[in-house]
């Protein structure tokens, strides 16, 4: 069963910095594709970051390039987002997911299979 288990989130004002970390367990693919996401109260899901661990490719969303980098550590047991600059409408419940079937890219919250609880970032001005 895999299982994902965010942390790190909190409440920071605007410019500061948070780490994100997410465990993984039950993810037993050689290669892992997982990603980032973010939901604020009425909005869609949508896409943070991604990383693909075949070749350790990143993909981001255009309104975080620059601002944030998602990592893993060397056992692949652990997924990062570290995000600095923080701004304001970066304030949503961050969520860590895992997909089955890999693609190069960031891809939409339907493409993935698995799903941690969320953390919740809160950013004021």
């Known amino acids: 069963q895999v299982q994902l288990v965010e942390s790190g989130g909190g409440s920071v004002q605007a410019g500061g910095s948070l780490r994100l970390s997410c465990a993984v367990s039950g993810y037993t693919y050689t290669y892992k594709c997982m990603g980032w996401f973010r939901q604020a109260p009425g909005k869609e899901r949508g896409g943070v970051a991604a990383?693909?661990?075949?070749?350790?490719?990143?993909y981001y969303a255009d309104s975080v390039k620059g601002r944030f980098t998602v990592s893993q550590d060397n056992g692949k047991n652990t997924v990062y987002l570290q995000m600095n600059s923080l701004k304001p409408e970066d304030t949503a419940m961050y969520y860590c997911?895992?997909?089955?079937?890999?693609?190069?890219?960031?891809?939409?919250?339907?493409?993935?299979?698995?799903w941690g609880q969320g953390t919740q970032v809160t950013v004021s001005s």
């Open positions: 990383i693909y661990t075949g070749g350790g490719s990143t």
């Open positions: 997911a895992a997909r089955d079937r890999c693609h190069r890219a960031l891809g939409s919250a339907n493409d993935y299979n698995y």
